[in-house]
């Protein structure tokens, strides 16, 4: 059933982005069960260094809990994984094959989100078929080094401004950077050590979704 | 158009399976186009370390080049890439995404070859819905680090008598050894740097599918 893009980006307000790394020595499925619990309406398994074998079972188990939860479940770079493990939809970086060719193999109503940078970049994109945009960097963070230049949050403002597709803000985004981003206009955020390396995984969604809805109330 | 075993087994008397790296200072496209000309039927795409999104143009080129010679196609690794390429198939190994999940994913003709060196793996592939198996490592080889264990001929027959489906030998294997790949029980071979690293490309192809067809005559 395909989602409108006035629920999509409802659903955006805070997507969960795994890392191993960061979980550690916690454990990812567990993090991201708390994040649902907490009422995270999105997730995305991101993970660059293991083997598609070894991924699949993880995507799997998330796909299960993100359904039980009625989340959003989407996998990174590949869209032969995403469909393997019935996700709901695929996130696409420059490097990874191109939106009009995973729109062209995807099923109707498989969603397509695009890392972009800047409006030309996103414009193209959301053209060739992309459903959101991830855009950043938005603050400079250690995390996502493939993540290309910083665009602040004025970067995040113009593309906004310019695409007719829901914008998520990324990079060194915190429950008190939240208002801030979606007071420029994006639909929400995109979270990968704020939750994955949080103390308290729960109580760091919570403050993201709350902080994010104060930020859309703001003019 | 699902295509017969015995139609496959033919087609796969010689898998050519291109390597920039051993094809450098040449050009895989040109090379691929020398085999072509000498009557190779079967061309695998095998990019490990370039990202999707610049691997694709060249897939598509290779595609282009092979349906004019009526040759098959197969992209290495990822499915996606193989279908936004228009390929016959894609060849999978121990750390991609499972058999049974591609052929789940694949549209019906689509042809999934699988690297086992076992009789057990190879096996489970082909129940999977794996339609060939490559295995090897046939002879020690530089080329293929992610080969696993050497098979050797007899292991390479083994699996061969084993399995109901069309085995290419892979690892080391040359027109000079060719025949008594073909006589171990194996369809064909599959050739990286016998042909990618040859003077004459064209002329290793010509070798290759003269021996293969020497060795099939013999008992």
């Known amino acids: 059933m395909p989602i409108s893009p006035g629920s999509l980006a409802r659903l955006l307000r805070l997507i969960v982005v795994t890392d191993r790394r960061l979980a550690d020595p916690g454990d990812v499925t567990e993090i991201v069960a708390e994040a649902l619990q907490a ?28 359904r039980r939860h009625g989340a959003l479940f989407f996998v990174n770079d590949r869209l032969d994984l995403a469909l393997a493990a019935e996700a709901d939809g ?26 972009a940078d800047e409006v030309d970049k996103a414009r193209l994109a959301v053209r060739d078929g992309a459903d959101y945009i991830g855009c950043g960097t938005v603050y400079p963070t250690a995390t996502k080094r493939d993540a290309g230049r910083v665009t602040g949050i004025e970067g995040l403002r113009t593309v906004a401004r310019a695409i007719n597709a829901p914008v998520v803000g990324i990079g060194g985004v915190t429950p008190a950077r939240a208002p801030a981003v979606v007071a420029a206009g994006a639909a929400g955020c995109a979270a990968i050590g704020a939750v994955m390396a949080a103390a308290n995984p729960r109580r760091a969604v919570a403050d993201f979704l709350r902080a994010a809805k104060h930020g859309a109330r703001q003019p």
């Open 90 to 115: 695929v996130h696409l970086g420059p490097d990874d094959l191109p939106v009009r060719a995973t729109r062209e193999l995807a099923p109707p109503g498989f969603l397509i989100g695009y890392s």
């Open 39 to 66: 009422g995270a309406l999105a997730v995305q398994l991101r993970e660059k260094a293991q083997p598609p074998r070894e991924v699949l079972p993880l995507a799997r188990r998330l796909r299960a809990d993100t």
